[in-house]
Nanobody
Framework: QVQLVESGGGLVQAGGSLRLSCAASGRTFSSLSMGWFRQAPGKAREFVAAISFNGGGIYYAASVKGRFTISRDNVNTVYLQMNSLNIEDTAVYLC????????????????WGQGTQVTVSS
């Protein structure tokens, strides 16, 4: 069983930056591909970014490409650097893990964190 714990959310003004972290435990981190998703009130969960187990594959949603950067360390943490935030980025951000190659569909991920709230104010 894999446990995922997100941190780093908060309130930020439009144009600002935040860095989210997700710490994984319960399985060798280098065997997991990781993804970030987000869910705004009343909306479906949507893909944000993903990184493969070896870091060789990195993918972004069109809405965040050029503003967000996903990365991972060699221990147990995946990061999401978010720059130039706008009001539409307000959501709960969730970390997800899979033992397969990362995809944008939520069904591709076996493990999920509880999420961290990101609120962007005008």
């Amino acid at each position: 069983q894999v446990q995922l714990v997100e941190s780093g959310g908060g309130l930020v003004q439009a144009g600002g930056s935040l860095r989210l972290s997700c710490a994984a435990s319960g399985r060798t981190f280098s065997s997991l591909s990781m993804g970030w998703f987000r869910q705004a009130p009343g909306k479906a969960r949507e893909f944000v970014a993903a990184i493969s187990f070896n870091g060789g594959g990195i993918y972004y949603a069109a809405s965040v490409k050029g503003r967000f950067t996903i990365s991972r360390d060699n221990v147990n943490t995946v990061y999401l650097q978010m720059n130039s935030l706008n009001i539409e980025d307000t959501a709960v951000y969730l970390c997800a893990a899979t033992s397969r190659w990362p995809e944008s569909q939520t069904s591709a991920y076996e493990y999920w964190g509880q999420g961290t709230q990101v609120t962007v104010s005008s």
